[in-house]
Nanobody
Framework: QVQLVQSGGGLVQAGGSLRLSCAAS????????MGWFRQPPGKEREFVGG????????SYADSVKGRFTISRDVAKNTIYLQMNALKPEDTADYYC???????????????????WGQGTQVTVSS
């Protein structure tokens, strides 16, 4: 069982930066690939990016590639989403999630993730 608690987020001007954190409980956190998703107002949830259980491989949606970076600190049981050069269209509720199966790769299908953080709001003003 994995429990995820998010922190960070808030209001920032376009061009600014924010960092989201996702702290996990559970001894097997290091065996789960993780993903970040977001849900813009009035839209469906979308994949932002993911990181493998060993932290060696990351993947990103085209819309955030080059601006967002995902990392993980196994010792702290925490993953991070560093968001730079933020745009108003990045405004959304952001969620971290853990894959339902250990050692599985991250991917854009939210149905593959069994554990979710509580969500945190990010608002980018123009």
């Amino acid at each position: 069982q994995v429990q995820l608690v998010q922190s960070g987020g808030g209001l920032v001007q376009a061009g600014g930066s924010l960092r989201l954190s996702c702290a996990a409980s559970g001894r097997t956190f290091s065996t789960y690939s993780m993903g970040w998703f977001r849900q813009p107002p009035g839209k469906e949830r979308e994949f932002v990016g993911g990181i493998t259980w060993h932290g060696l491989t990351t993947s990103y949606a085209d819309s955030v590639k080059g601006r967002f970076t995902i990392s993980r600190d196994v010792a702290k049981n925490t993953i991070y989403l560093q968001m730079n050069a933020l745009k108003p269209e990045d405004t959304a509720d952001y969620y971290c999630a853990a894959r339902s199966r250990a050692y599985a790769t991250p991917g854009p299908d939210s149905a593959l993730y069994a554990y979710w953080g509580q969500g945190t709001q990010v608002t980018v003003s123009s």
